[in-house]
T-cell receptor, first 116, second 113 residues
Framework: GAVVSQHPSRVICKSGTSVKIECRSL??????MFWYRQFPKQSLMLMAT?????????EQGVEKDKFLINHASLTLSTLTVTSAHPEDSSFYIC????????????FGPGTRLLVL | AQSVTQLDSQVPVFEEAPVELRCNYS??????LFWYVQYPNQGLQLLLK??????LVKGINGFEAEFNKSQTSFHLRKPSVHISDTAEYFC???????????FGKGTTLSVSS
């Protein structure tokens, strides 16, 4: 089956620094990638939809200047948390879909971000 | 707008007992329905999905779900659970192709011996 990887799997950073999370589709071309955020013991909340070669579409309440998303190729999307603060600590999960295939999203293993 | 309601936040069961995790959805368009499982500190694994066709869908690990359009439900079942089935289960809905999934709040399945 299709595989999506995320890097890093875990990151700890100081408040005020920026963190970049990569999401890669390893064996297929992903025209669309989604970024979700999951707080402890809660559901996944969609943050943004990323289409290759175009600007990401952010959900209401998600700061586009804080969560920078780049989808430069059909196999890579990045999420950069700028000037991270402790409240940004969360589990970030990406997923990817392909065109021409029935609706299925393939999820990455997630990235645990802890901001001190 | 679409939404998903998982009626039970926690379901405790004994090993080898049957289990049903309930999921109801609302949508004004045709839907695709999914069940995912999440083990601690891990990402999501697809259990099964309903796209079209037969309303009874069989997935991995012995799970199955039935799509009921009139009741707008997609309940997940397993006839005999194992300790290893202990995890968080999420029901999700998607509308048009290429759109994001809307997740329910999740159900914690706890299997004890």
């Amino acid at each position: 089956g299709a595989v999506v990887s995320q890097h890093p799997s875990r990151v700890i950073c100081k408040s005020g620094t920026s963190v970049k999370i990569e999401c890669r589709s390893l064996d297929f071309q992903a025209t669309t990638m989604f970024w979700y955020r999951q707080f402890p013991k809660q559901s996944l909340m969609l943050m943004a939809t990323s289409n290759e070669g175009s600007k990401a579409t952010y959900e209401q309440g998600v700061e586009k200047d804080k969560f920078l998303i780049n989808h430069a190729s059909l196999t890579l999307s990045t999420l950069t948390v700028t000037s991270a603060h402790p409240e940004d600590s969360s589990f970030y999960i990406c997923s990817a879909t392909t065109t021409g295939v029935v609706e299925t999203q393939y999820f990455g293993p997630g990235t645990r971000l802890l901001v001190l | 707008a679409q939404s998903v309601t998982q009626l039970d936040s926690q379901v405790p069961v004994f090993e080898e007992a049957p289990v049903e995790l309930r999921c109801n959805y609302s949508s004004s368009v045709s839907v695709y329905l999914f069940w995912y499982v999440q083990y601690p500190n891990q990402g999501l694994q697809l259990l099964l999905k309903y796209l079209s066709g037969s309303t009874l869908v069989k997935g991995i690990n012995g799970f199955e779900a039935e799509f009921n359009k009139s009741q707008t439900s997609f309940h997940l079942r397993k006839p005999s659970v194992h300790i290893s089935d202990t995890a968080e289960y999420f029901c999700a809905v998607s509308g048009e192709a290429g759109t994001a999934l809307i997740f329910g709040k999740g159900t914690t399945l706890s299997v004890s011996s």
